[in-house]
């Protein structure tokens, strides 16, 4: 048995009934590769008879199929490290498991990696899901573009090939998963996109919707962080402690300059400066913002250097064929 040289990833929950087609789509794509495969099944915590589905094509596919199933949902990032730890291929692809990707652009994905790339994103040009999903994602697209430089017109898009330096260098936890390209990125890989058909979902229900959006914007602001300031972070604490003494600066000049035209100027009608409440609202205002900015990015600094990626999920059993041979 030959070791893989592509690894599908497919996080799943509740898909049952795609599994059996996206089976036999991928097999049908990956077979015109001509390479060596494997897939990847990650349940993420199904309520469905998913896991037995996965079973059953195990049975069926021992040499090729590979399934993890999680004790209970942890979430797309943590199934995807997963995937990540377990996945044998030197070039891995990502995609989801509602048949909504098109297996049968694996192989021009691949001959993009092969013109220098090391990640190749798939960018659904013509989105086959309703509004509540797709406006909010254009959005959000928009603004990540803009702001990091990266220019990819689908970040959220799960369909994605690495090659396995990539994988193996970018830290994901939380919900950073659809920042891959962000933080790898930042590490010196190259990146791009290539436009796939995308189509409708036909069974299932979708797990998102427009409620990601404020948690991806949340998770942006932290990607932000680690990759523009974590290593100077002074850039970004001293820019903030500039602005807040300024503000203090000019709130205690003008509150100085009451008491003086008070004191020397006898101009009594001015009240007592300590009785103010802008002075008390000001210094408690500083002292808060400060403390929620600086705990958050702290404890966003340790959790990083501290991170252990196998602390993101609890693996129940695993099924799969057991090599004692490998060759190229």
Partial sequence: ??????????????????????????????????????????????????????????????????????????????????????????????????????????????????????????????????????????????????????HLHDFNCGFKTYRRAVTNSVKLYGELHRFIPVL????????????VQHHPRLAGVSKYG????????????????????????????????LFVLGLGALINLYLAVLWMLREFGGMTQIGAIGTRPLLIVGVLTMILGIQLISTGLLGEMLRYFNFNVQDEYSLKQVLEKRFTEYEK
């Fill in 1 to 150: 048995m030959k070791t893989p040289y592509l690894t599908i990833i497919i996080p799943l929950l509740n898909e049952a009934d795609n599994l059996h087609p996206l089976h036999e789509r991928l097999t049908n794509s990956l077979k015109q590769v001509g390479k060596p495969y494997e897939i990847v099944f990650i349940d993420d915590g199904s309520q469905d008879a998913s896991f037995s589905v996965l079973e059953s094509l195990f049975q069926q596919d021992p040499d090729h199929a590979r399934v993890l199933q999680f004790r209970r949902n942890f979430g797309k990032t943590a199934a995807l490290n997963a995937g990540f730890i377990h996945a044998q291929g030197e070039v891995i692809i990502t995609m989801d498991a509602d048949l909504q990707d098109d297996p049968a652009e694996i192989p021009a994905m691949l001959a993009k990696l092969d013109e220098g790339y090391d990640l190749v994103a798939a960018w659904r040009v013509d989105r086959q899901d309703p509004v509540d999903k797709t406006l909010p994602s254009r959005i959000f697209n928009a603004v990540v573009s803009r702001i990091t430089g990266v």
């Fill in 184 to 195: 790898a990125h930042q590490q010196g890989f190259r990146i791009t996109e290539l436009p």
């Fill in 210 to 241: 427009t409620g990601r959006l404020l948690k991806g914007f949340l998770d942006f602001g932290m990607v932000l962080f680690l990759t523009g300031y974590l290593k100077r972070p002074l850039h970004l604490f001293g820019a903030w402690g």
